[in-house]
């Protein structure tokens, strides 16, 4: 610290070797004010820049400040790439991983904020900033909720730094910071992208490089808003060599390839794999590098990474949450290196992860939204593009864009490439955990926090009215569940208000005494019950393990319980049933059996499978901390995490390789 510390303010302009842009030296004289601030500009702007200068402002005035991140993937590179240039300054905690928790410097995902913020207040207050990245996931329909508590909760003193992609209300984000929050917030908007883009379009069978030709000749039998029977005939296929050769052609390599589906991604490679991207040189280098990685990552015998191996040889890679988060590492480390000049992925790739290449390619414009099938937003589509286009290494990007007219209509294709980005929307829809930790700290006036939600700000009367019910709803169920009586929480509402995310379920089973019961195998089978949520159609591959036939009966029992009070005051969607299905996998792994062998008993991707072990571990920490709980229970839960966090489920080991 006291080598930052004698850091005049003053040259903390020159943390970068390049000249800053008009928005971002805007953003930075702020940082010498007073007031929050809210960024918003395009992917790939460049507005990484502005939390260096914050990070580097605070640790200078040798004040915390805490980095907030929508994914672990980026938590994790953010962690990496503070900690080459701070050193042990540098801390992170994510849930899976805590490594120098109380450091100077945090980096944290929303979540693991957001819960700090209620149960352990202490840890921030000192913070002299807290940095929001991909603070438009205010409208993530599943987790949008826990960004607008952070906002509301962060302390008042704390200075906020809001990193945005353009969206069209960024004022009203703003009006709501200063006139709700009482939070004075400097608003920088930039709108152009530092390295142009040109838009292509792979359509019929043929290239085109304008608009107006897809318009005339792409879609010439295809105009109508409904397809007539027949059409078909007049679909010309559109193929995968023919856009390679054109982008090898034209020296646009690398290239990120954009597929809505984790087998889609490996259907794709396995198409190119007559093509060799790398001089002998290079595949020589490649080995070398993978071997290496592999063996450091302790996945050099894993059947997955054997398979991606023949991949890479070749230059080319496929990324997806499917995949052991060690080789999605292995990818990334590799395409960072310039050895992968092809990669197939889905679209968390363009999500933070500073990866860009020269060239974008989008398999399709349709993707499953919550409410099904659909056209790709603006947003998305322009978060993805941003991949294109290299700051510094290129004077332009290109995007290509892969048409089928049958499968996707023209205004559809109007709407993604060309429509208004999307407006942030509140989803606000407070957990029972928010509930009880706000009811701890404010009582019956918990309902008064409502109109301080971005909600309430954007709206209507009536829609509000039907807000604040659904609020004093889960209020009701908190009561009627015996976690407050008498205007305060009980011992029970103390231990669930720790448990985010499943507090019913463990709030029930902790009064009943089962969770002191459990063994540390019947534990973590318990837990995974509550954490999985099955794809459409798996099959599974194995019944449940004899043992867990009584904990898998409590659950259902809890279930019913549950279910009657949340029923009684219309709360929807409740708690979901119970899955049981992880039992197979959970009994060997915890066992010391082979991750190969744990992914056959449940029959789901590997990346799956280490996702819910990892987010049991998380769960299990949880129960060590809460308060109210039993000695018993605390080493239950220790020895639990210790047995199943191992091999490639262990995230620290895989952060600190």
């Known amino acids: 610290m006291s080598d930052l510390a004698t850091t005049p303010a003053a040259q903390l302009v020159r943390l970068h070797d390049f000249p800053y842009d008009a928005y971002q030296r805007e953003a930075i004289a702020a940082v010498a004010g007073t007031t929050s601030l809210l960024v918003a500009a395009p992917t790939g702007a460049g507005k990484t820049v502005i939390a260096d200068y914050v990070i580097a402002d605070a640790l200078a005035q040798q004040r915390p400040v805490i980095y907030t991140a929508p994914i672990k993937a980026l938590s994790n590179q953010k962690y990496r790439d503070f900690s080459a240039q701070y050193g042990d300054l540098v801390g992170i905690v994510t849930g899976d991983v805590a490594i120098n928790a109380r450091a100077p410097l945090r980096i944290m995902t929303t979540e693991i904020y957001r819960n700090t913020l209620l149960d352990q207040p202490d840890q921030i207050e000192d913070a002299a900033w807290v940095i929001f990245d991909e603070v438009h996931y205010l409208d993530d329909e599943q987790r949008g909720t826990v960004w607008e508590e952070s906002l509301m909760l962060t302390p008042p003193r704390t200075r906020m730094l809001c990193l945005s992609a353009t969206v069209p209300n960024v004022d009203e984000l703003a009006a709501w910071m200063e006139q709700v929050l009482e939070r004075p917030t400097t608003v920088v908007i930039e709108t152009k992208r530092p390295v142009p883009l040109q838009i292509r379009y792979q359509c019929q069978g043929e290239i085109f490089t304008r608009w107006k030709d897809v318009k005339e000749h792409g879609y010439r039998h295809f105009r109508g808003g409904r397809y007539e029977r027949g059409l078909e005939r007049h679909v010309i296929p559109n193929r995968l060599s023919q856009l390679v050769k054109a982008i090898r052609t034209q020296d646009e390599l690398p290239c990120i390839y954009f597929a809505f589906g984790r087998r889609r991604t490996e259907e794709l490679a396995d198409e190119v794999l007559g093509y060799t991207f790398l001089s002998p ?377």
């Open 281 to 657: 040189e290079q595949q020589v280098e490649i080995e070398q590098r993978y071997r290496l990685l592999c063996e450091r990552y302790g996945v050099l015998n894993e059947p997955s990474a054997k398979r991606l191996h023949t991949f890479i040889h070749h230059g080319v890679a496929y990324h997806h949450a499917g995949m052991l988060p060690t080789l999605k590492e292995i990818v990334e480390q590799l395409f960072n290196a310039k050895l992968i000049p092809l990669i197939f992925t889905t679209e968390t790739f363009a999500l933070g992860i500073n990866m860009p290449a020269r060239t974008v390619i989008f398999d399709s414009l349709r993707k499953y939204y919550a409410t099904g099938f659909g056209p790709l937003r603006p947003r998305d589509f322009h978060q993805m593009a941003g991949r294109a286009g290299r700051r510094g290494m290129d004077t332009e990007g290109f995007v290509y864009v892969r048409l089928v007219p049958t499968q996707v209509k023209l205004d559809e294709v109007n709407y993604s490439l060309f429509g208004q980005p999307e407006p942030v929307i509140s989803q606000f829809n407070a957990s029972y955990a928010t509930i009880l930790n706000l009811y701890e700290r404010y009582g019956e006036r918990v309902l008064d926090l409502y109109p301080r939600t971005l909600h309430c700000f954007q709206a209507s009367k009536q829609q509000r009215k039907r807000a604040r019910q659904r609020f004093l709803d889960r209020l009701n169920v908190l009561k009627d569940a015996g976690c407050i009586r008498h205007e305060k929480l009980t011992s029970k509402g103390n231990f669930a208000r720790w448990m985010f995310g499943y507090e019913l379920y463990l709030a029930h089973l902790f009064e009943q005494g089962l969770l002191d019961r459990f063994s540390q195998h019947e534990l973590a089978f318990a837990l995974s019950c509550l954490v999985f949520e099955p794809r459409p159609n798996v099959q599974f591959a194995r019944g449940l393990p004899h043992q867990f036939s009584w904990v898998a009966r409590e659950l259902s029992r809890t279930f019913h319980a549950i279910h009657a009070i949340e029923d009684q005051h219309d709360i929807d969607p409740g708690a979901p049933p119970p899955k049981p299905q992880l039992g197979g996998a959970i009994e060997l792994w915890i066992k010391g059996g082979d991750f190969t062998d744990a992914v056959e008993a449940c029959g789901i991707d590997e990346g799956e499978l280490v996702r819910y072990l990892r987010m049991v571990i998380q769960l299990l920490r949880q129960l060590q901390q809460a308060p109210f709980t039993s000695d018993k229970l605390r080493a239950t839960a220790r020895d639990a995490r210790l047995m199943l966090d191992r091999g490639v489920v262990d995230a620290e080991r895989q952060l600190r390789a």
